[in-house]
């Protein structure tokens, strides 16, 4: 199946601060990605879809100017959480749908944000 | 409203025997549907996916579809321990639609 690549794994900052995480498809191209939060024993919650070259589409209640999602190439999109609060601490996963056309996703290993 | 709902579980079962969990949902929209599994503090893994009625077997996975009654259903066989694990059922509505996750299901394979 197609590779997608996350990082970073797991980040620690303080409150106030801002995190990028980055998502690369490293051996296909992804105009579509999609970044999911996922809190303890829940499931995973879509955040909004990345579109290469346009803006990125946000679920409901998902505030677009906290967490910045920037898709500025086919293999690249990133995820940048601006002021961080301890709210925020969640398991953060980018997907890639399947580049030969289904509807199967393919997920990137996750970053375990935690906001102090 | 769109709605997967899931197992609450958790389920346990021995090793060997055989490991039932069942995902139902509420749009008849709906047109596939995935089983993907997830290991403690790691990403979700694509299982299954199942498309029309009836069953899809692959290794000692089969998954079921019902569209009538709106569920689907992953067996899995000779559970081993390594099986333990989040199992969440999606689903999309047809192409380039975006996948709605259920709440996801514990199983424990007990040695």
């Known amino acids: 199946g197609a590779v997608v690549s996350q990082h970073p794994s797991r980040v620690i900052c303080k409150s106030g601060t801002s995190v990028k995480i980055e998502c690369r498809s490293l051996d296909f191209q992804a105009t579509t990605m999609f970044w999911y939060r996922q809190f303890p024993k829940q499931s995973l919650m879509l955040m909004a879809t990345s579109n290469e070259g346009s803006k990125a589409t946000y679920e409901q209640g998902v505030e677009k100017d906290k967490f910045l999602i920037n898709h500025a190439s086919l293999t690249l999109s990133t995820l940048t959480v601006t002021s961080a609060h301890p709210e925020d601490s969640s398991f953060y996963i980018c997907?890639?749908?399947?580049?030969?056309?289904?509807?199967?996703?393919?997920f990137g290993s996750g970053t375990q944000l935690s906001v102090l | 409203q769109k709605e997967v709902e899931q197992n609450s579980g958790p389920l346990s079962v021995p090793e060997g025997a055989i490991a039932s969990l069942n995902c139902t949902y509420s749009d008849r929209v709906s047109q596939s549907f995935f089983w993907y599994r997830q290991y403690s503090g790691k990403s979700p893994e694509l299982i299954m996916s199942i498309y029309s009625n009836g069953d899809k077997e692959d290794g000692r996975f089969t998954a079921q579809l019902n569209k009538a009654s709106q569920y689907v259903s992953l067996l899995i066989r000779d559970s081993q321990p390594s099986d333990s694990a989040t199992y969440l059922c999606a689903w999309g509505t047809g192409a380039n639609s975006k996948l709605t996750f259920g709440k996801g299901i514990t199983l424990s394979v007990r040695p």
């Open positions: 997907s890639a749908r399947d580049p030969v056309g289904s509807e199967k996703l393919f």
